[in-house]
């Protein structure tokens, strides 16, 4: 078992920045696959980011030149940088990674942008 605890969001004015870190314990691996979801408000849940072990990124058209997801270590495997954030970015930010033993969720973060 895994467990992801995401932290960093919060209140942004529009053009504001905010990096999301996600804190894993448990039975931590080296994943094969670390990612960024978001879900807003009467919306479905969709990628933001992905990247692999191998460095390969993808990431969502709408936040393409805004948005940089890294990678860390085993504890805090991923990260995302968020820049010159947009009212329509506002939603519950969840990790996910991907392990031999299975596909893992956090609880999300919120990030509210409003001015």
């Known amino acids: 078992q895994v467990q992801l605890v995401e932290s960093g969001g919060g209140l942004v004015q529009p053009g504001g920045s905010l990096r999301l870190s996600c804190a894993a314990s448990?039975?931590?691996?080296?994943?094969?696959?670390m990612g960024w979801y978001r879900q807003a408000p009467g919306k479905q849940r969709e990628l933001v980011a992905t990247?692999?072990?191998?460095?390969?990124?993808n990431y969502a058209d709408s936040v393409k030149g805004r948005f940089t997801i890294s990678r860390g270590n085993a504890k805090n495997p991923v990260y995302l940088q968020m820049n010159s954030l947009k009212p329509e970015d506002t939603a519950v930010y969840y990790c996910?990674?991907?392990?031999?033993?299975?596909?893992?969720w956090g609880q999300g973060t919120q990030v509210t942008v409003s001015s």
């Open positions: 448990g039975s931590v691996f080296s994943f094969s696959g």
């Open positions: 990247i692999t072990s191998g460095d390969r990124t």
């Open positions: 996910n990674v991907v392990s031999p033993a299975g596909n893992y």
